[in-house]
């Protein structure tokens, strides 16, 4: 048994709602809009330091890893020789 159905083309019967008012776009309104856009745009731009500055900043983090790793042993050190 094979059954075909044609679905119809053309219009919806029922109008689109317009029981409020739609209300255009002021210049007001459209100078905020680009403003914001640029304030977004602008604080999501790159970061340019001085390249001393960064390899200095990285020194510190590279610092504190270290001495992170070295906290961690010595706890687990300290662990496993309580645990005996």
């Given at each position: 048994m094979q059954t075909e159905l044609e679905t119809t083309v053309g219009?919806?019967?029922?109008?689109p709602h317009t029981d409020h008012q739609?209300?255009?776009v002021g210049p007001l309104d459209r100078a905020a809009l680009h403003l914001g856009l640029a304030l977004v745009r602008w604080g999501r731009r790159?970061?340019?330091?001085e390249?001393?500055?960064?390899l200095a900043f990285n020194s510190e983090i590279h610092?504190?890893?270290r001495e992170m790793e070295r906290a961690r042993a010595?706890?687990?050190?300290y662990n496993v020789m309580r645990m005996r």
């Open positions: 219009l919806h019967s029922h109008p739609l209300r255009r790159p970061i340019k330091g390249r001393s500055e960064r610092e504190a890893r010595a706890h687990q050190a």
